[in-house]
C-alpha cells in the first residue's frame, strides 16, 4: 500500500491526461465506500483510494476522524491500492462550515451535506484524479448515473434502495463531473452492501453508520452555532409568538428552530404547535397549527439543471424537499436558468429556506435549487 499526504491541485480544464481503467475513490472509513472500492477492484478497475481531512476541531470532529481516516487505510492495504490523505479542511470550513452557521442565524435551515458534495468532496475527487491521470471518480453513495441514448449525456438516478437513496445530496454536482463519476452502490440494498463487506473480508463490514451532521456534536446543532458565531455575530434573543401576534415565550436566539420544528419549543399549549415563519431581523419565531406550515408551492433559487436548460413552464415533476420527505407531484409555474416556481399538487408542509428543493421525473432527478420562500394560495 502506498500512503501519502496529496496536495496537488489542478482545475478541470487542465486535466488532459487519463487512463480509461483508472479511478479515484473517496473513501471515508465506512463500510459503504469501502465496499465501493471493492467492487470497482472486482471489476478491474485500477483503484486509487482518496481519504479527506474535513474537520479536526477538538471533540467536535467527526468528520473522517482520526479514527475513520486509519479504517480506510486498513481497507486499502485489505484491497492492495494505493491511499492517499488529503487536507480539505480550508475549503469544508469556507464552504460548509461558515455558510452553516451563516444560515441559522439568518432563520434558514442550511443543508450542510448537499454543499459538501457541490463543493468539497466531487471537486477534490476531480482535481485528484485529473493529477492522477484518472478517467474516473467514484463514491459510495447510493445512487445511479446513467447515459442518454441520444446524447451521451450524464443522467443522475435514484438507488434502487428508496430507504437509502442519496439522490437528494446529489442534485449540485455539475454535469461535467458527473459524467465522469461511478456509483457502485446504486443497484445494491444496504443488506447487500453489508453481506458484500463480509464476502470481501473488510475490516469494517460490521462499522456503524452516522446519520448526523458530522462536524457537531450529536443533536447540538444550536450549541455549535452560538459558539461558532459568538466571537462576530453572537445570537440575537427574541420572542415566539401565535398567529395573533401574542407573546407566547422568549428565546436566545432564532438559530434555535426550524419550520415545522414541535418539540423543544418550551410551549405549554392545549393543541401541538408548530414553527410557522421566522423572522431573524426582529427575533421572532411565529408558531401555529400544523395546518398553517402547509404551502402551496415554493420559489427556489442558485439552481443546477441536470439537462442544462430549465424546464418549460406547467411541466409535471415531482419534488422533495427534505431528504427523507417522499417527493410529491407539483407543476413548475415558472423557471429560468437561475431558479424556479413551483406548486404541489397536494400542497407542500414545512416548506424551510435554506433547503434543497430537487425535482425528479420519476426516478430521474432533472435539478434543484435552494428553497428562497413558500408560495401561498
Not at 53 to 80: I, K, Q, T, Y
Not at 294 to 306: I, S
Not at 333 to 338: F, G, I, K, R, V
Request: hydrophobic content about 40%; overall charge positive; proline content about 5%.
Amino acid at each position: 500500500m502506498i500512503c501519502h499526504t496529496f496536495g496537488v491541485v489542478l482545475r478541470m480544464s487542465q486535466c488532459t491526461r487519463s487512463a480509461a481503467g483508472r479511478v479515484v475513490v473517496g473513501m471515508s472509513g465506512g463500510v459503504d465506500s469501502s465496499v465501493a472500492a471493492a467492487l470497482l477492484v472486482e471489476a478491474g478497475y485500477e483503484v486509487i483510494g482518496i481519504s479527506m481531512r474535513l474537520w479536526s476541531s477538538g471533540s467536535e470532529s467527526r468528520c473522517c476522524s482520526g479514527d475513520d481516516c486509519f479504517d480506510a487505510r486498513r481497507v486499502a492495504a485489505r484491497l492492495r491500492i494505493p491511499f492517499y490523505m488529503v487536507d480539505s479542511e480550508d475549503v469544508f470550513t469556507r464552504t460548509v462550515v461558515e455558510p452553516f452557521v451563516s444560515e441559522y442565524l439568518q432563520g434558514r435551515t442550511p443543508n450542510p451535506c448537499v454543499r459538501c458534495n457541490q463543493f468539497v468532496k466531487f471537486h477534490s475527487l476531480w482535481d485528484r484524479a485529473c493529477a492522477l491521470g484518472a478517467h474516473w471518480v467514484a463514491t459510495g453513495h447510493y445512487a445511479r448515473v446513467r447515459r442518454d441514448s441520444e446524447t451521451g449525456g450524464a443522467e443522475l438516478w435514484s438507488a434502487v434502495d428508496g430507504a437509502k437513496d442519496q439522490s437528494y445530496f446529489l442534485f449540485a454536482v455539475g454535469p461535467e463531473v458527473l459524467q465522469r463519476t461511478l456509483f457502485p452502490l446504486g443497484a445494491l440494498t444496504k443488506g447487500e452492501v453489508r453481506a458484500r463487506a463480509r464476502a470481501f473480508g473488510l475490516p469494517v463490514a460490521e462499522k456503524p453508520e452516522s446519520q448526523e451532521v458530522c462536524f457537531t456534536p450529536k443533536g447540538e446543532y444550536a450549541g455549535f452555532v452560538a459558539r461558532r458565531a459568538a466571537a462576530s455575530a453572537p445570537p440575537v434573543p427574541g420572542v415566539i409568538v401565535d398567529s395573533t401576534g401574542r407573546v407566547l415565550a422568549r428565546h436566545d436566539g432564532v438559530h434555535q428552530f426550524t419550520i415545522g420544528q414541535r418539540r423543544g419549543l418550551g410551549l405549554s399549549a392545549g393543541t401541538p404547535l408548530y414553527v410557522t415563519a421566522i423572522d431573524a431581523q426582529s427575533g421572532t419565531v411565529r408558531v401555529g397549527p400544523r395546518a398553517a406550515t402547509v404551502a402551496a408551492g415554493l420559489v427556489a433559487r442558485r439552481v443546477n439543471w441536470l439537462g442544462g436548460a430549465p424546464v418549460p413552464r406547467g411541466t409535471r415533476l415531482q419534488v422533495k424537499i427534505r431528504s427523507r420527505f417522499a417527493a410529491v407531484p407539483a407543476s413548475i409555474s415558472a423557471a429560468t436558468a437561475d431558479g424556479f416556481e413551483l406548486y404541489a399538487d397536494d400542497g407542500l408542509a414545512a416548506v424551510t429556506p435554506g433547503q434543497a428543493a430537487v425535482l425528479y421525473r420519476g426516478q430521474q432527478v432533472i435539478g434543484g435549487g435552494w428553497i428562497e420562500r413558500p408560495l401561498r394560495a
